[in-house]
């Protein structure tokens, strides 16, 4: 089969002048089978008909247009009778022809052999035509975006009409569409989906059965639109693995809202409102790997206890003032913590000896009494910078004796923008930290270090203490 590609980028107008071989001499190159159109745009209408003429020369069986089209004629993919793959993308107009003024646009006629349409960054006007996909019966991936439509203000729904004729899809993306409702049985007829994509619409809330066709779906992602409440875990297809409800208003999780995902292994709900985080939000999600909750407005953490397969937690940008009691101790695989931006004071809690990256950058923490990183051993990135780290009194130390001596395997130490002075950093502290080969200390107290400070650092490669 012909792998050849037409590419179009809008850079220079056409003369109407060219004739069919004149273009392809000017602007076209063909190679290893393969045919790239580039350097040219057709933005008057009366180019139209002349790009069906040029267009038909190729057997290309994909098909990229990538810049200036203004007009499509309806017949465009008659044009192409071996492509199974098109790419509209980025054009001014990838739409309707327009036969008169204020005329309704009418739809192009898409062909059965389509495997993968690609409409984004562009200007398709009549998604809510229910007929508009129903010839694409082979097609396996779909996506529609109408980000640079600044017009486009009717709000409008998915609807089990739509999609009823297109059962072999496994890729679905329409965002930035205004879709605002989808209806319980959108997507009846789609039971071989396995990615759906919903992102950045105006969707507030989904019908209890919306996604109960789609037991092969691994992806979700429904960031960036309106939703507060999660549903009971019931709503949630059992086969997801990976659920992205970043960008909403979320407020709380508790364990009714997830606990049919079971087999769920990445979760991001970043960027919502959440205050309540339940004891046992996750109870049931026993294989989840990574979780990201930053910028919430949560103040405790007590939900992954017993999360045994958790290697990422994101639990930055919230209002967590204490870590206390047995937090982490049980997150056997937790190998990345990030707790940055909390308003942490002070740490009274285990972390996962297997851990390896650390943050607690932008916190409030005052001083380490020495316990803090016990058992670390494996930990090689450890960021404590932009806190208030300062001496206690006159003989306190902003750092106990002690508080580094199990970070044999640290690579980089953040202590830069705090207020630690020259007697909070001596030889004994540092000991331990034979691996360590950046120190960041910057934007402190001034520092006159005795010669041997660091003389056990011995693969130190970079030192910042300037004040």
């Known amino acids: 089969m012909n792998k050849s590609i037409i590419f179009a980028s809008a850079l220079f107008f056409v003369s109407f002048a060219f004739d069919e071989v004149q273009f392809v001499k000017n602007f076209c190159e063909e190679k290893d089978s393969r045919i790239e159109c580039r350097n040219f745009s057709f933005i008057e209408e009366d180019l139209k008909d002349f790009a069906e003429r040029v267009f038909i020369i190729s057997k290309a069986t994909e098909v990229l247009i990538n810049g200036d089209i203004k007009f499509l004629n309806e017949h465009l993919f008659e044009k192409f009778p071996d492509a199974e793959s098109f790419e509209l993308e980025s054009n001014e107009s990838v739409s309707y022809e327009l036969r008169k003024p204020f005329e309704r646009p009418k739809p192009i006629i898409f062909e059965s052999r389509i495997r993968i349409l690609i409409i984004g960054n562009s200007r398709v006007e009549n998604l809510e035509n229910s007929t508009s996909f129903h010839t694409l019966t082979e097609l396996e991936i779909f996506k529609i975006a109408l980000s640079k439509y600044k017009d486009f203000k009717t709000k409008l729904k998915i609807d089990d009409s739509l999609l009823e004729k297109n059962s072999k899809l496994k890729n679905l993306n329409i965002i930035t569409s205004n879709i605002e409702t989808i209806t319980e049985g959108a997507f009846r007829n789609l039971e071989e989906l396995e990615t759906l994509i919903l992102k950045n619409n105006h969707l507030s809330y989904f019908q209890p059965k919306t996604f109960q066709y789609q037991t092969n779906i691994k992806t979700l992602d429904i960031s960036e639109n309106l939703i507060k409440y999660l549903g009971l875990g019931s709503f949630w297809p059992s086969s997801l693995l990976v659920l992205n409800l970043s960008g909403n208003k979320v407020e709380s999780i508790t364990k009714n809202h997830l606990k049919n995902l079971s087999n769920l292994k990445s979760l991001d709900i970043s960027y919502n409102a959440i205050r309540l985080l339940s004891r046992n939000a996750f109870a049931s999600n026993t294989k989840i790997q ?9 103040d405790e953490i007590r939900a992954f206890r017993n999360l045994e397969t958790l290697v990422d ?8 003032e204490t870590l206390q009691g047995d937090l982490f101790s049980n997150c056997r695989s937790l190998k990345t913590l990030n707790l940055k931006n909390n308003t942490i004071r002070i740490i009274f809690s285990a972390f996962n000896p297997e851990l390896i990256s650390l943050d607690l950058s932008l916190n409030k923490i005052q001083y380490l009494q020495g316990f803090e990183f016990n058992g670390l051993t494996s930990l090689t990135h450890l960021d404590i910078s932009d806190n208030v780290l300062r001496k206690m009194g006159a003989y306190i130390p902003a750092i106990k004796l002690g508080t580094f001596s199990d970070l044999e395997s640290l690579i980089e130490l953040r202590l830069n923008y705090n207020f630690l002075e020259i007697d909070d950093i001596f030889r004994t502290l540092l000991q331990n930290m034979g691996k360590l080969e ?21 693969s130190l490669e970079y030192l910042n203490y300037e004040r």
Do not use: A, M, P, R
Not at 313 to 320: A, G, K, R, T, Y
Not at 439 to 458: I, K, M, P
């Open 290 to 298: 990574t979780i990201n909750l930053k910028n919430n407005q949560i």
């Open 313 to 320: 937690l994101d639990f930055s940008n919230n209002d967590v």
């Open 438 to 458: 950046k120190f960041h200390l910057n934007g402190n107290g001034e520092f006159n270090f005795e010669d041997d400070v660091f003389d056990d650092l011995v």
